[in-house]
């Protein structure tokens, strides 16, 4: 996604919030209130919703949770588990788009690209 259009959904989101305060507001306090560290750590939940967004084909979602993940400071390992689980689960398809998560996080890792663009998992 180009700078433009990151904008232009990062403007139209911030417009569907104040036409919707209730429910896109209500989305954004349950991803504060299941990702936060209670009794299972924040940066486990991210990881499941990273293999989640990987077995619904959702590169926006996979791309937000590797950067949110990474932020909590999952290891390598930590991650390739993770991306384990979800081809296991999907298998060919679960593989291909597994690919997809790990280049993210190569890529942020290295500081190659940083993924901060507007996304419907980032908000």
């Given at each position: 996604m180009?700078?433009?259009e990151t904008?232009?959904l990062?403007?139209?989101?911030?417009e569907?919030?104040?036409?919707?305060?209730?429910?896109?507001?209500?989305?954004m306090?349950?991803?504060?209130?299941?990702?936060?560290?209670?009794?299972?750590?924040?940066?486990?939940?991210?990881?499941?919703?990273?293999s989640?967004?990987?077995?619904?084909r959702?590169e926006?979602?996979?791309?937000?949770?590797?950067?949110?993940?990474c932020?909590?400071?999952?290891?390598?390992?930590?991650?390739?588990?993770?991306?384990?689980?979800?081809?296991?689960?999907?298998g060919?398809?679960?593989e291909?788009?597994a690919?997809?998560?790990f280049?993210?996080?190569?890529?942020?890792?290295t500081?190659?690209q940083?993924?901060?663009?507007?996304?419907?998992c980032?908000?």
């Amino acid at each position: 996604m180009n700078d433009l259009e990151t904008n232009t959904l990062q403007s139209t989101f911030e417009e569907l919030r104040r036409l919707s305060p209730k429910v896109t507001g209500g989305v954004m306090r349950m991803r504060e209130e299941a990702y936060r560290d209670k009794a299972v750590p924040a940066k486990y939940k991210l990881l499941t919703a990273m293999s989640i967004s990987i077995a619904l084909r959702c590169e926006p979602c996979i791309e937000a949770y590797v950067k949110m993940a990474c932020d909590k400071g999952i290891s390598q390992e930590e991650f390739v588990e993770f991306l384990d689980v979800a081809i296991t689960m999907q298998g060919c398809p679960g593989e291909e788009w597994a690919l997809k998560a790990f280049k993210a996080y190569k890529d942020h890792v290295t500081g190659q690209q940083v993924l901060e663009g507007a996304s419907c998992c980032s908000h």
